[in-house]
């Protein structure tokens, strides 16, 4: 029997991008879910905690494998000096069901975004496991939030009578005119938007009260500043017909000002956060018709771009922007 030509393939860029990107971020996750269980009290919540950090821990040490099979170095990521696991506690037990519930949403996102963009077969694997047991922690964490009374539903419509086809350009109207009602589509997106920015703005108030320096404690107040407004107009958008918005996570941030993790690893946050709803706004543009729908995402794209383009101008200023692998620079190369 003939033997097959085993070859070595190289890790693409993008399978470079996707890899480098998502041990950052689990890096990250994995002190602040250790600082959560340092505290959390109802054993559900922590069940679920416990399932998180296992995930974060499993993820971190596939792609240790990998990289490191191919001699490429280690992003430095978070270590314990960017966590205080002994500082008191600044979240309720509900706050953290809300902050997986978000970030496992976040998570599916980006592993959904990945997988069909990688090519070489322990990469795609890789992302398939991430897939699969990222969507069995959003359903842990979904089931709990259910069985809690947390779970927070998107508005509900009277079921039609029949199908219908749009008949006149007024559909397309926003600012002026006789406006026609939500669809399911924009009801959703202003939902989730909502939702998001709640769990911002709690995160926020969070970081703006415990960061050890000024400049960055008003960046935050920014921050939390611009959710307020987002969840502002967007629950205007569902008052004025009469749908209810999601509720809001303020009051499960504590009086705590002691700071349970570094000004570095609550300024990369702030980036994810930032990347995740610039994505959002994004689809909503994508996902809606009226004009006044449209006009408001692009104005809030404006706004968010140059708040994370502020984040990443304080993150080079400190010299904590870890620097993603960059292409070969073959001018300065033809140089020397």
Same mark, same amino acid.
């Not at 480098?20 to 879910?33: E, P, R, V």
């Not at 795609?124 to 897939?131: I, K, V």
């Given at each position: *029997?003939?033997?097959?030509?085993?070859?070595?393939?190289?890790?693409?860029?993008?399978?470079?991008?996707?890899?480098?990107?998502?041990?950052?971020?689990?890096?990250?996750?994995?002190?602040?879910?250790?600082?959560?269980?340092?505290?959390?009290?109802?054993?559900?919540?922590?069940?679920?905690?416990?399932?998180?950090?296992?995930?974060? !821990?499993?993820?971190?040490?596939?792609?240790?494998?990998?990289?490191?099979?191919?001699?490429?170095?280690?992003?430095?990521?978070?270590?314990?000096?960017?966590?205080?696991?002994?500082?008191?506690?600044?979240?309720?037990?509900?706050?953290?069901?809300?902050?997986?519930?978000? *970030?496992?949403?976040?998570?599916?996102?980006?592993?959904?975004?990945?997988?069909?963009?990688?090519?070489?077969?322990?990469?795609?694997?890789?992302?398939?496991?991430?897939?699969?047991?990222?969507?069995?922690?959003?359903?842990?964490?979904? !089931?709990?939030?259910?069985?809690?009374?947390?779970?927070?539903?998107?508005?509900?419509?009277?079921?039609?009578?029949?199908?219908?086809?749009? !008949?006149?350009?007024?559909?397309?109207?926003?600012?002026?005119?006789?406006?026609?009602?939500?669809?399911?589509?924009?009801?959703?997106?202003?939902?989730?938007?909502?939702?998001?920015?709640?769990?911002?703005?709690?995160?926020?108030?969070?970081?703006?009260?415990?960061?050890?320096?000024?400049?960055?404690?008003?960046?935050?107040?920014?921050? %939390?500043?611009?959710?307020?407004?987002?969840?502002?107009?967007?629950? &205007?958008?569902?008052?004025?017909?009469?749908?209810?918005?999601?509720?809001?996570?303020?009051?499960?941030?504590?009086? &705590?000002?002691?700071?349970?993790?570094?000004?570095?690893? *609550?300024?990369?946050?702030?980036?994810?956060?930032?990347?995740?709803?610039?994505?959002?706004? %994004?689809?909503?543009?994508?996902?809606?018709?009226?004009?006044?729908?449209?006009?408001?995402?692009?104005?809030?794209?404006?706004?968010? %771009?140059?708040?994370?383009?502020?984040?990443?101008?304080?993150?080079?200023?400190?010299?904590?922007?870890?620097?993603?692998?960059?292409?070969?620079?073959?001018? !300065?190369?033809?140089?020397?």
């Amino acid at each position: *029997m003939q033997q097959m030509t085993q070859h070595n393939i190289s890790l693409t860029s993008t399978e470079i991008a996707s890899l480098w990107t998502n041990y950052m971020q689990d890096s990250m996750a994995q002190w602040i879910l250790s600082y959560f269980l340092k505290h959390v009290e109802d054993s559900e919540i922590q069940s679920v905690l416990d399932y998180a950090l296992r995930l974060s !821990k499993k993820h971190l040490k596939g792609i240790s494998d990998i990289l490191q099979h191919e001699n490429f170095p280690l992003p430095q990521g978070f270590t314990e000096k960017d966590v205080n696991l002994e500082a008191p506690r600044l979240f309720s037990d509900t706050f953290y069901l809300v902050y997986l519930h978000n *970030m496992g949403r976040i998570g599916l996102t980006a592993y959904s975004v990945a997988l069909p963009t990688v090519a070489r077969s322990d990469v795609r694997d890789h992302f398939t496991e991430c897939l699969a047991s990222s969507s069995e922690l959003y359903n842990k964490t979904a !089931k709990v939030m259910l069985d809690k009374g947390l779970y927070p539903r998107s508005p509900y419509i009277p079921v039609p009578e029949q199908i219908d086809f749009v !008949k006149k350009q007024g559909f397309l109207t926003g600012w002026f005119g006789d406006r026609r009602p939500l669809s399911v589509v924009e009801i959703s997106h202003i939902f989730v938007n909502i939702q998001t920015n709640a769990v911002g703005r709690a995160l926020f108030t969070a970081f703006s009260q415990t960061a050890q320096s000024t400049p960055i404690r008003k960046h935050m107040e920014r921050g %939390g500043q611009l959710a307020s407004k987002y969840i502002e107009v967007l629950g &205007s958008l569902l008052s004025e017909e009469n749908l209810p918005s999601p509720m809001t996570w303020d009051d499960q941030v504590l009086n &705590s000002t002691t700071p349970p993790f570094s000004d570095k690893l *609550m300024m990369f946050h702030t980036s994810i956060m930032c990347t995740s709803e610039i994505g959002n706004y %994004g689809a909503a543009i994508g996902g809606s018709l009226r004009r006044d729908l449209i006009s408001h995402y692009t104005r809030f794209l404006g706004e968010i %771009g140059l708040f994370a383009e502020d984040t990443v101008n304080i993150l080079i200023e400190h010299e904590w922007l870890e620097q993603i692998p960059l292409a070969a620079d073959r001018h !300065k190369l033809a140089l020397k």
